[in-house]
Every structure is written in C-alpha cells, then in structure tokens.
C-alpha cells in the first residue's frame, strides 16, 4: 500500500505565496517508477488537474491555470513532491489533493491515478 500526506495549506491574500508538501510512504512506493500529482477541487467543481512530475523530475502543468505561477517539484530522497505557489488568486481557492500512480508516466486524469491524500485547503482571499 501506499499512503500519501499534504501539509502546507493554508490562508494567504491574493498575490502571496504557498508551498505544499507531499509526502509518500508505504511497502509498494518506489520513487524511482511512480509519477506523482497535484490536483485541487473547489465546492461544488470537479477536481481538476493541476500539475504532474515523473521520477526523472519531467514536469506538466495545466497551462491555462497555473502556468508561469506554479512550480512542482520532487525530492526522491525523501520521496516527497512540492507544489510551489506564487501570484495566488482567489479562484485558486480549493483543496488540494497529491496523487501517485503505478505508471513512470504523469497523466492529467483523476482516474488514472491509484492513490490519494486526504487533502489540504489553500484559501487565497481577496
């Protein structure tokens, strides 16, 4: 199994920065062959693609949201991914989900990921 867990949510004023942290573990994760992602939801949405690294640190981004403000990176060593943040909007506002997959291959689809955190909120007010 493979357990995942987000930290680095938060309320910050529009135009200001985060930085979410993922952290992986469990038997089956291995590093080296999974991609990793981050996703967000906002209420009443459905959650959507944000941004995805595979193991040799290849990236891809929703190019109409967040590209150019967001940066997502990933520390094998210490199997955690991160999701820089800067210029937040309001319209960022959502949870926001890390994802694995059993593929070295990122894909943008929820459903073609296996396992999931519970989540961080990012409030970005106004």
Request: one cysteine or more.
């Amino acid at each position: 199994q493979v357990q995942l867990v987000e930290s680095g949510g938060g309320l910050v004023q529009a135009g200001g920065s985060l930085r979410l942290s993922c952290a992986a573990s469990g038997r089956t994760f291995s590093s080296s062959t999974m991609a990793m992602g981050w996703f967000r939801q906002a209420p009443g949405k459905e959650r959507e693609f944000v941004a995805a690294i595979n193991p040799f640190g290849g990236t891809t981004y929703d190019t109409d949201s967040v590209k150019g403000r967001f940066t997502i990176s990933r520390d094998n060593t210490k199997n955690t991914i991160y999701l820089q943040m800067n210029s937040l909007k309001p319209e960022d506002t959502a949870v926001y989900y890390c994802a694995t997959r059993r593929q070295f291959i990122w894909s943008t689809s929820p459903t073609e990921y296996d396992y999931w955190g519970p989540g961080t909120q990012v409030t970005v007010s106004s």
